[in-house]
């Protein structure tokens, strides 16, 4: 097919019309089962009628304005978000890069606020942050920064989970401002952490006195079966970055500050034409009210755990099986082989899923997932995976 869109992403072969839920269904009527919620936006599902009927309404009224002026539905969504999260402050933007960009300015305001010239934020290998000049600096990933040299300065990478090579990293070096981690790393494998590892982190940055800054673009809004992956761990970080789900859809992205990183921002320092505006945030606030209202974000722990039973169930006896792991629903099935051509089979059998770092299935299915979704989920994935290791 010739197009004249910048062929940035290896489409797959179908083309949605219309949603409900956890179902799809293509332009020829097929129905497809989406365990990826368009990598973890849609955790309520697709046409949720809550953020349906928020956009309608809103958009009868206001689409934009703009930040010069005051802006009702952002301030709601504000309050609520700092409800749910106990952080301090907000600055919103469209998108998930641009929320880890206004973190990062956080940061070396931060640290010239400190008298430090040329302030540095630690990252990890394998950490996923964005496509921005920053974020993809941020990223710890050759392939997304490769072409687009010179780098963003001010980056030290280590090792994920690795307390000690944080530890190593601050005491050499007195110009470090920041951490900057992701809970779990999506992109990166769904790699998940030692449960105290965000302690530690926590810890640290309060000995050094340098910003925790936690990444939760794709592990917030319930994705880990709490409202905020950090929340599983009993502390608050100093700066919290959002996007993907927060809108189900609508883009929007929030950088949340606490404590001493809620002050740094002054008139002046950042902005966005469209960030915050009456739409994404009316969208935003229909999320998380049908959040706060219902038992989605307990169904996130549950439907996780029922899942990984039934795959570790099926898939046992399978040597090729290296690992499957999860926090809520946030699943990975690491397989001994590349598995990439699992998701055009998938697709075919009706069934949308990710592989993420050649070898690892990643499902982030909606939280509104049924059981016998669960059920049709488990019984083709597990299939799939038997014919690809037992040819
Ligand atoms: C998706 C993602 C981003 C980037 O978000 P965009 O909205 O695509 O800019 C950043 N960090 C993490 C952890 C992500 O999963």
Redesign the pocket.
């Given at each position: 097919m010739s197009s004249h869109i910048m062929p940035t992403y290896a489409r797959l072969a179908v083309t949605f019309e219309r949603g409900e839920g956890a179902w799809l269904w293509d332009e020829n009527q097929q129905r497809y089962l989406d365990a990826l919620s368009g990598?973890?936006v849609c955790n309520l599902g697709h046409a949720h009628p809550a953020v349906h009927e928020a956009i309608c309404q809103q958009s009868a009224k206001l689409l934009h304005t703009s930040n010069l002026y005051q802006i009702a539905s952002q301030e709601k969504l504000a309050d609520k978000l700092i409800q749910m999260s106990g952080m301090t402050n907000v600055f919103f933007s469209n998108?998930?890069?641009?929320?880890?960009e206004a973190a990062i300015k956080l940061a070396r305001k931060f640290g010239h606020s400190k008298g430090i010239e040329i302030p540095k934020i630690i990252v990890m290998d394998k950490?996923?942050?964005?496509?921005?000049l920053a974020?993809l600096s941020a990223t710890g990933n050759a392939k997304i920064q490769q072409g687009f040299e010179p780098l963003v300065e001010g980056f030290i990478r280590v090792p994920y989970n690795d307390i000690a090579a944080i530890k190593t990293v601050l005491a050499e070096n007195s110009s470090v401002v920041a951490i900057l981690v992701?809970p779990i790393?999506?992109?990166g494998g769904v790699n998940i952490p030692a449960s105290d590892y965000l302690n530690q982190i926590r810890a640290l940055c309060d000995e050094y006195d340098v910003l925790m800054m936690l990444?939760?673009?794709?592990?917030g809004i319930g994705r880990t079966g709490k409202f905020l992956a950090f929340q599983h761990n009993e502390i608050i970080p100093d700066v919290c970055?959002l996007?993907?789900a927060l809108g189900n859809g609508v883009?929007i992205?929030a950088c949340l500050a606490h404590g001493k990183a809620a002050d740094l921002f002054v008139a002046g320092n950042h902005g966005s034409t469209f960030g915050g505006n009456p739409l994404a945030c009316s969208a935003a606030f229909a999320v998380l009210n049908t959040l706060k209202n219902s038992d989605l974000i307990a169904q996130a722990t549950e439907k996780g755990n029922t899942i990984c039973d039934a795959f570790q169930e099926k898939l046992n006896s399978n040597a090729h099986v290296l690992n499957i792991r999860h926090l809520g629903l946030m699943i990975g099935i690491e397989l001994d082989t590349p598995c990439t051509e699992l998701v055009g089979k998938a697709l075919s059998a009706g069934l949308l899923i990710n592989v993420t770092q050649d070898k690892v299935i990643r499902l982030l299915p909606p939280l509104v997932i049924d059981t016998n979704q669960i059920t049709q989920l488990v019984d083709t994935l597990s299939t799939l995976i038997q014919e690809h290791t037992n040819p």
């Amino acid at each position: 097919m010739s197009s004249h869109i910048m062929p940035t992403y290896a489409r797959l072969a179908v083309t949605f019309e219309r949603g409900e839920g956890a179902w799809l269904w293509d332009e020829n009527q097929q129905r497809y089962l989406d365990a990826l919620s368009g990598i973890a936006v849609c955790n309520l599902g697709h046409a949720h009628p809550a953020v349906h009927e928020a956009i309608c309404q809103q958009s009868a009224k206001l689409l934009h304005t703009s930040n010069l002026y005051q802006i009702a539905s952002q301030e709601k969504l504000a309050d609520k978000l700092i409800q749910m999260s106990g952080m301090t402050n907000v600055f919103f933007s469209n998108s998930g890069a641009e929320a880890n960009e206004a973190a990062i300015k956080l940061a070396r305001k931060f640290g010239h606020s400190k008298g430090i010239e040329i302030p540095k934020i630690i990252v990890m290998d394998k950490s996923f942050h964005g496509r921005t000049l920053a974020t993809l600096s941020a990223t710890g990933n050759a392939k997304i920064q490769q072409g687009f040299e010179p780098l963003v300065e001010g980056f030290i990478r280590v090792p994920y989970n690795d307390i000690a090579a944080i530890k190593t990293v601050l005491a050499e070096n007195s110009s470090v401002v920041a951490i900057l981690v992701e809970p779990i790393q999506g992109e990166g494998g769904v790699n998940i952490p030692a449960s105290d590892y965000l302690n530690q982190i926590r810890a640290l940055c309060d000995e050094y006195d340098v910003l925790m800054m936690l990444d939760e673009i794709q592990t917030g809004i319930g994705r880990t079966g709490k409202f905020l992956a950090f929340q599983h761990n009993e502390i608050i970080p100093d700066v919290c970055t959002l996007a993907k789900a927060l809108g189900n859809g609508v883009p929007i992205g929030a950088c949340l500050a606490h404590g001493k990183a809620a002050d740094l921002f002054v008139a002046g320092n950042h902005g966005s034409t469209f960030g915050g505006n009456p739409l994404a945030c009316s969208a935003a606030f229909a999320v998380l009210n049908t959040l706060k209202n219902s038992d989605l974000i307990a169904q996130a722990t549950e439907k996780g755990n029922t899942i990984c039973d039934a795959f570790q169930e099926k898939l046992n006896s399978n040597a090729h099986v290296l690992n499957i792991r999860h926090l809520g629903l946030m699943i990975g099935i690491e397989l001994d082989t590349p598995c990439t051509e699992l998701v055009g089979k998938a697709l075919s059998a009706g069934l949308l899923i990710n592989v993420t770092q050649d070898k690892v299935i990643r499902l982030l299915p909606p939280l509104v997932i049924d059981t016998n979704q669960i059920t049709q989920l488990v019984d083709t994935l597990s299939t799939l995976i038997q014919e690809h290791t037992n040819p």
